[in-house]
């Protein structure tokens, strides 16, 4: 099969996992939405990570916050046109966008979304919850009757395999070393993160906070988070996208991983964790407690800074009996079957024209 995956160009290992997986199953995965755009080539299947994917790869928008409504009325017309002979799977990684405060921009994204899961033949989800959460969002037809295939994570596998840096040693300071990494999205979770830092009582603690994101790119903002950080013995903070190397090796570092969100749908940050042998706290929100249940992670509430503080506790006091399920969770060769093995099924129901799929 011809594969179009429209966003595997970006640094994402979750993406690059899947591909790589479908691609040991001899299929060939694709990435550019140019191709789908301005030409007449059509893949036999579209895998629709993220509504913005069909941007992030395309000529056509060279930023996503240049997103317009004929951007929008263009794709919804080309994916009208070919989803007659092309099968198109929407993963639904977030139920709906993230806010960024920018009325327009916002409204453009909502809609944006809608296209994506309104085009889809079938829905690909990371766990039990979102499939409740993508009918409290959207009108019923765009979910009402679809089919729908509920799958895990995956470890890091590529990244793990790639850079992960054996050849130097690992620089760690005498402490219960926090690493949260990801975006930071809203103020309001730098904040949490910091106060519940604070708050818990583990002697030596230090907290490492990675990641960019609309918080630290926002130049107000930024000599507040410099006073911030300053202010507060043991917490470090990057303000930028870790590379891959200075990733695996702040994970190898850590003794604990901390999922920073308030509101989500899911997170690959329990299953970076795992890859590398950690213990995460996550917040009780979409499918995370399925991803942490599945990992031996700890839940906290979002937004209670002494949920928080008591999970860092409760991993500080645990960590010398913390263990992994072996295996954690399927591998990737295990979760591109699966995906194959739907894809199939999808055929046999005819919601595409006859087409072969080899």
Not at 8 to 37: K, M, Q, R
Not at 268 to 274: D, E, K, N, T
Request: some cysteine; proline content about 7%.
């Amino acid at each position: 099969m011809k594969i179009l995956i429209p966003d595997l160009c970006v640094p994402n290992t979750y993406i690059h996992d899947l591909a790589f997986a479908l691609e040991e199953l001899g299929h060939e995965v694709l990435w550019n939405s140019d191709n789908l755009f301005f030409s007449q080539w059509v893949p036999d299947v579209i895998v629709s990570q993220w509504a913005e994917g069909y941007f992030r790869t395309s000529s056509f928008l060279k930023e996503i916050t240049n997103l317009q409504p004929h951007h929008l009325e263009f794709l919804e017309n080309k994916l009208k046109q070919i989803k007659k002979k092309t099968l198109i799977l929407a993963f639904v990684h977030n139920v709906k966008p993230r806010p960024t405060g920018i009325r327009q921009f916002d409204k453009n994204l909502e809609k944006l979304f809608q296209i994506n899961y309104d085009s889809a033949h079938a829905f690909v989800h990371l766990g039990k919850q979102s499939i409740s959460e993508l009918s409290t969002y959207y009108p019923e037809y765009i979910y009402k009757n679809k089919p729908l295939l509920t799958i895990s994570h995956g470890l890091h596998e590529q990244l793990k395999l790639n850079y992960l840096p054996l050849d130097r040693p690992i620089d760690k300071a005498d402490s219960f070393r926090i690493f949260v990494p990801g975006a930071i999205r809203f103020w309001s979770e730098l904040t949490f993160l910091i106060r519940a830092f604070i708050k818990a009582k583990i002697p030596k603690k230090q907290s490492i906070i990675a990641g960019n994101g609309y918080v630290l790119e926002r130049s107000p903002l930024k000599p507040l988070r410099r006073t911030l950080i300053k202010s507060i013995p043991g917490v470090f903070l990057y303000g930028r996208r870790l590379d891959d190397k200075t990733l695996c090796r702040e994970t190898i570092a850590a003794d604990l991983v901390i999922a920073p969100r308030l509101q989500a749908t899911n997170s690959g940050i329990p299953y970076l964790a795992a890859t590398f042998g950690k213990r995460c706290l996550g917040p009780n929100v979409g499918n995370i407690p399925e991803a942490l249940k599945e990992l031996n992670g700890i839940l906290f509430e979002p937004g209670d800074i002494s949920s928080l503080a008591r999970a860092m506790e409760k991993a500080y006091h645990e960590r010398d009996y913390f263990s992994l399920p072996e295996p954690p969770c399927p591998s990737w060769r295990e979760i591109a079957q699966q995906i194959e093995s739907f894809i199939f099924t999808l055929k046999n129901r005819n919601l595409v024209s006859n087409k072969s799929f080899n």
